[in-house]
């Protein structure tokens, strides 16, 4: 038990950018080693995140599920017609889930999810020539769902989530006066939304998934907005002030469908269609000279449609393995693209291993590699540019049981 | 076996995954142009003159300095040799007062008195009593035996100084670097270097001896000898530097009008908030007003509430010679007052309402029009002498309109032609700041890059300082 709190303790951290935009689909291991493809899936509790339809389709009575995936990223940038090059120095972060679920009967299941599909962190050095735009940045956001689900027949399963989400945002901007000037930005949000899912196990060898997961908007009230600047301007600029700023968490709809070729094979499509137009522009709004410090900064974000593919095979009663790609395009503008989250096209390829030693235990295994593609990207606004890569890479470790 | 095999799958991207990403996509280049060797031929602007002096680290921010440093990624030999001063507070151009000459320190911001008590922030002397002696020693010790110079800049040279011989007799910032200031000539100098590509950013004094002087000091003429004229300086001063390198850039002038030592203190900075002071006023101008009434002239001097025009000394004003004395008016709307003038005068001795401010204080209205005629004129010249000579051009007074105009950000700052906001102009409100030569050193490298087909790296101006607050 001391182990398990610890667990959840070192979690509390940000996640980086792993899939587009500042989206983290990392909540489950079973999914992530095939390809993050979970809709069409009966994979226990961790259903309660990827389809609440097919909770419901569990086989024992309980499940619970935790785990935990340590992001390895760095991001690489050089300045438009310069040689100048730059490289983030970012956390590891460990985004978690805990899921738990419980059979009342054959009709009615219920679960509970605590999971972080909302992230970002980004460290650059101190006095990278982009500290006018950010420093470093870390969201956070824990969702907690509680879900019912119900197996309407043996075919069909529907579900659904309430969503209680809290999050935490820090950021820091350099400012351009004397003496390292910068702006510590720290606030905190919560709101609610939903997660909708249904399951259809069309044959026997054939199951359908659909999941639809709300946006919600987190609002930072009253954050706290710490200027660190010369003494001159701190007439003009309080050095403690307050904040109000909003940031989206896009809704997402994601459609799956899993085929078994044989009774060991089974292979799995899945497309999420993550709305991420709703993040339009990042306001801030100050409590204190409002006139001068009030921003409105264009994101202009588009909605992206992800593919992918998951491959599982079972080895034995002892082994399943499982294998997975995808394309994640990038939902960020060309032109106003900023490097507090440096969001590119990802291609990924993921695999995956649960070991089962006894009756209902599953130690699950996963690897994700993940290579955003070079581009070239400015932020227009602050005429701020050059060519960004990236790469991550992220072992995940989980333990399922179910009795 | 099998499973063993697994595992052994799982684990090797393991080996060829701890790779870090890098974009090395830049590849410098010198094009059609050699950047061996660079020198480069300017005044204070080219010097790295700033704040109202010359010093070290201003000189090691110079525009000239950086694209040197630069180049060396594209063929320089990374020598860019500077006669620098040895002190951080620097000497400024000498200024003449009543009672002799006065050598200052450089400006920086920090808090001053005035006269009726109320402390404000603004540039201020960076040693308000500096030692005269030791000023003159610092701004007269040779270093000519450190050279060849690559920045041969002199600050406060016009183009026809570039002739003289013994200019450095007369002018100490050329005399400290001259090998022999009796004879040497400024203009034989970029030859010591064995240059391969110069800069050449002249003219600006021509107009700004003028400018700065409120229009007594006189402006180059266009026409007349070397040494005399604008133009037959000009040209020969770019035939004997392409004798020696045939490659470089040359820069146009901004219309000194725009910068913020003339933009700074509006012309209608005197606000009256009491009527009994109104009525004070323009009875004591009454007089002034029956005088141009009956001389048939249009000036009136009028008072009212809120913000009115100072009162100048206009001497170009056509008043019959016994009125000598009346050559003073209300200025208007576009006339400029010159950051040096006193503000304690004004505040406490009453300049700009009882007294006219002296003419060496404002730019009249036709003072401004000399001024962007012999801009336009000394413009056309420079840009004709580019192109006959083939060489890259970058049109200095576009990017100080557009600064004034528009702006223009670079990596998240906003540079404009406001004074100390602005970022682009020093505490003196004349020269750029260390941000300010950074930027116009990546509008050099640009014009560069694309006549001679080069790629020399810009830097990101945030590698550089922003003026310093207390």
Known sequence: MKKIIFFLGAVFL???????????????????????VGTPMVYGASSNFYNPGSLSFMKKKWDFDLGASFILSSVAFQKSESNYQAESDNPVSTPFYFYGAFKINKLITVGLGVYTPYGSSAVWNDDWAGRLLIQNISLSAIFIQPTISFNINDKLGIGAGFVYAIGNISLRKALNYSGDSYVDLEGKASN??????????????????????SAIKMSVTDGDATFSIPTALQGTLPPSNKFDAELPLPANLDFGVAFNATDKLTFALEVDWVMWSAYDTLSFKFKEKGELLNSDNPRLYKDTFIPRLGIEYKVSDLIHVRGGFYYDPTPTNADYFSPETVSLNNIAYTLGLSIMPVEGLSIDISWLQLFGQKADKNYS??????????????????????F | MKTRNLIYIVLLPLLFTTCKPVVDDFTPSSGSADFTSFVAIGNSLTAGYAAGALYKSGQEVSFARI??????????????????????????????????????????????????????????????????QKLFTELTTSVA?????????????KVTHLFAPGLGMMNPFYGRFATDPVNDRLIDEPAKVNPTFFSFWIGNNDVLDYAASGGLLPLTPVDGGIGTGFQASYEAALEIIMKVVSKGIVANIPDVTSIPFFTTVPYNAIVLTNQDDVDLLNQAYAPYNQLMEVNKLPYRINWELGPNPMVIWDKDMPLPQPFAQYKFRQAKEGELILLTVPQDSLKCARWGTAKPIPDVYSLTETEIGNIKTATDQFNAIIKENADANGLAFIDVNALLNKLKSQ???????????????????????????????AMVANFFIQAINTKYNANIPQVSVTDYSPLILP
């Not at chain 1, 609610?192 to 997961?213: C, K, T």
């Open chain 1, 14 to 36: 940000a996640t980086t950018v792993m899939a587009g935009g500042y989206q983290v689909r990392l909540q489950g291991n079973k999914q992530t080693g095939f390809g993050l």
């Open chain 1, 192 to 213: 609610i939304g939903f997660n909708v899912g249904l399951y259809w196990q069309a044959l026997d060898n054939l199951s359908f998934g659909i999941d639809y997961r």
């Open chain 1, 381 to 402: 606004p602050d005429n701020f540019g050059g060519t960004y890569k990236n790469t991550a890479i992220v072992p995940g470790l989980g333990i399922s049981y179910s």
């Open chain 2, 67 to 132: 694209i040197a440093q630069q180049m060396a990624y594209a063929g320089g030999n990374g020598q860019f040799k500077i006669p620098l001063m040895p002190t951080e507070d620097g000497v400024g151009i000498a200024e003449v007062t009543e009672t002799g000459m006065v050598l200052r320190t450089k400006l920086v911001l920090g808090y001053s008195k005035d006269c009726l008590g109320e402390t404000s922030l603004g540039p201020v002397p960076a040693n308000p009593d500096p030692d005269q």
């Open chain 2, 145 to 157: 035996a450190q050279g060849p110079f690559n920045n041969v800049a002199v600050p406060g040279i």
């Open chain 2, 407 to 437: 702006g223009i950000m670079q990596d998240g700052v906003f540079f404009t032609a406001a004074f100390v906001t602005g970022n682009f102009f020093s505490e003196d409100g004349i020269h750029m700041s260390p941000q300010g030569n």
